[in-house]
C-alpha cells in the first residue's frame, strides 16, 4: 500500500496549483462583485475557461473521455486531489469544465447518448460551449425517495409531454445553459415496478412551456446561476428520451456515484481552506494576553479538524480507488460513506474556523459563511445523511448473522 501520489498526479497537482495561484485567484473578488449583483460573471470566466483548455486542464473528471473527445482523461484517483485543490474557490470547477451538474450530466450522455444526441448535447458540453441542468426534486414529493416522483413524461404520438413541477434545478438561470435532464414517470398507467417506470428525458430550455418561476435562496444566499423551481408542461420530440423509456433509475444511479463522490473531494479542499484560516487567525488574534493558539480548546479545535479531515481524505480515495478497479457500482455503500462524512466535516470544521474568527466569521470577509452554508446544503445534495446511512446500515446487515 502506498500512500503519496505517484509522480503523474503529483505534476497535475502542481499545475492544477499554480493555474489557481495565478489565473483563478486573482479574479476571486471581482467575480464575487459580479455575482452579488446577481449576474454570472461570463466575462470573467471564458478567457479562463480558453486557457485552462489550451494547457490540458480540461474534462479532467471523466474517466471513460474517448479519443477525439477534448481533455486529460484521469482516473477517479488522480482526479480526487485535483477536484480538492479546485473546491477551494466554488466556482472554479467550470473553468476546467469540472463543474456539477454539468459533469454528471455528460457522464449520463457519454453513457447512454445516441449519436445525435451526442451532436447537439454532448460535444457543446464537453467543449464547454453550453451548460446543463438536472431536474428531479420536486417541491410536492419526498425526493430522496424518486419513487414517488409526480412529474409525467407521456407519449403523444411521436413525441413525449414533460408535465410537472421541480424545484433546486441547480444551473438554470446560467446564461449558456441549453439544455435540462428531467427525470418523471413514464408508466402513466401505473403497470410496471417501480424502479422500471421512470424516466429521463431531454428538454431544451427554449421549448414552449418551461418556466423558471423563482431562484431559491440556500440559506438567504442567492446564487447567480440558480436553484430553480420550474413549471414543466413541453412536448419534446421523442428522440429526446435517454437510453430506453423506463431506464430512468438506472441512469440515476450512473449519475449520482461519481457526482457524489465530486463533491465529496471538493469539500476537502474547502476544510483544508478553513483549518489553514483558522491556524492564521489563531496565531495573529491577541486576547488576554496572547495569541488564540495559545488556548488549549483553540488547539483542540485545530487538532481535531487535522485528524477529521485526514480520516474523510482517505476514505475518499479508497472509494476512488475502488471507483476505477471495480466500477461505480462495486463502489456504491463506500460512495454514501464519504458522502455523509464529508458533508458533516464541512459544516464541524467551518463551524470552529468561524468561532476562531469572532463576529467576522460571519461576515463575507472571509469565506467561510458561504462554505458552512455549502456544507450544509451538501446534507441534502444528491441525497440527505439518513438515505446513505441507510445504504451503509443494509449492506452491514446484508454480511449476516453469527
Ligand atoms: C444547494 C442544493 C442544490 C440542489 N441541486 C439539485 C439539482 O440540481 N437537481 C435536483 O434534482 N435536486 C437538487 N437538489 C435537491 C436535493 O437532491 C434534495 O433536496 C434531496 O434529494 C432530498 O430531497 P427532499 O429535499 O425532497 O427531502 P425529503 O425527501 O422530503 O426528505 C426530508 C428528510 O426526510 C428524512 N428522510 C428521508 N428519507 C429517509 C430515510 N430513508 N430514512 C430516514 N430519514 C429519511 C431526511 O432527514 C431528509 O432530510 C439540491 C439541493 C440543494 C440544497
Given at each position: 500500500m502506498d500512500f503519496g501520489y505517484p509522480p503523474d498526479t503529483e505534476l497535475l497537482r502542481t499545475r492544477v496549483a499554480r493555474f489557481m495561484a495565478e489565473h483563478v485567484a486573482p479574479a476571486d473578488p471581482a467575480w464575487q462583485a459580479e455575482a452579488k449583483l446577481g449576474r454570472m460573471p461570463l466575462a470573467i470566466m471564458e478567457p479562463l475557461k480558453e486557457r485552462a483548455r489550451a494547457e490540458g486542464l480540461w474534462n479532467l473528471f471523466l474517466p471513460s473521455l474517448k479519443q477525439g473527445q477534448p481533455g486529460t482523461r484521469l482516473t477517479n484517483l488522480q482526479y480526487a486531489p485535483l477536484a480538492e485543490i479546485m473546491g477551494?474557490?466554488?466556482?472554479?470547477?467550470e473553468i476546467f469544465n469540472c463543474n456539477s451538474p454539468d459533469s454528471g450530466n455528460m457522464e449520463i450522455l457519454q453513457l447512454c447518448a445516441t449519436p445525435e444526441q451526442r451532436d447537439r448535447w454532448l460535444d457543446p458540453l464537453l467543449a464547454g460551449r453550453i451548460r446543463s441542468c438536472f431536474s428531479m426534486t420536486e417541491p410536492g414529493t419526498a425526493s430522496s425517495d424518486p419513487t414517488t416522483l409526480q412529474t409525467t413524461i407521456a407519449r403523444e404520438g411521436n413525441q413525449f409531454r414533460v408535465r410537472g413541477r421541480k424545484w433546486f434545478?441547480?444551473?438554470?438561470?446560467?446564461?449558456?445553459?441549453?439544455?435540462a435532464i428531467v427525470m418523471g414517470r413514464s408508466d402513466t398507467e401505473g403497470t410496471l415496478p417501480s424502479h422500471n417506470a421512470y424516466s429521463m428525458i431531454l428538454v431544451p430550455l427554449d421549448t414552449p412551456g418551461m418556466r423558471v418561476l423563482r431562484n431559491l435562496p440556500i440559506m438567504n444566499h442567492y446564487s447567480p446561476e440558480g436553484h430553480c423551481e420550474i413549471d414543466y408542461d413541453v412536448l419534446v420530440p421523442a428522440?429526446?428520451?435517454?437510453?430506453?423509456?423506463?431506464e430512468g433509475f438506472a441512469i440515476a444511479q450512473a449519475r449520482l456515484g461519481p457526482g457524489r463522490i465530486h463533491h465529496c473531494m471538493r469539500t476537502i479542499g474547502q476544510c483544508e481552506l478553513a483549518l489553514e484560516l483558522m491556524v492564521a487567525r489563531a496565531k495573529s488574534r491577541i486576547a488576554f494576553g496572547g495569541p488564540l493558539s495559545g488556548f488549549a480548546n483553540i488547539q483542540d479545535w485545530i487538532a481535531e479538524s487535522r485528524i477529521e479531515i485526514d480520516q474523510a481524505r482517505l476514505l475518499i480515495l479508497r472509494a476512488a480507488w475502488t471507483m476505477d478497479r471495480e466500477g461505480n457500482k462495486a463502489a456504491r455503500v463506500d460512495v454514501s460513506a464519504i458522502k455523509i462524512v464529508a458533508a458533516r466535516l464541512q459544516t464541524r470544521v467551518l463551524d470552529r474556523a468561524i468561532q476562531v474568527f469572532g463576529a467576522a466569521g460571519l461576515t463575507d470577509d472571509t469565506p467561510l459563511a458561504y462554505l458552512w452554508t455549502w456544507g450544509r446544503a451538501l446534507r441534502f445534495i444528491d441525497g440527505p445523511d439518513e438515505v446513505h446511512l441507510r445504504t451503509v446500515a443494509r449492506a452491514e446487515l446484508k454480511k449476516g448473522a453469527l
Open positions: 477551494r474557490i466554488p466556482w472554479s470547477p434545478t441547480t444551473g438554470a438561470l446560467h446564461p449558456n445553459c441549453k439544455v428522440e429526446n428520451m435517454l437510453g430506453q423509456e423506463g
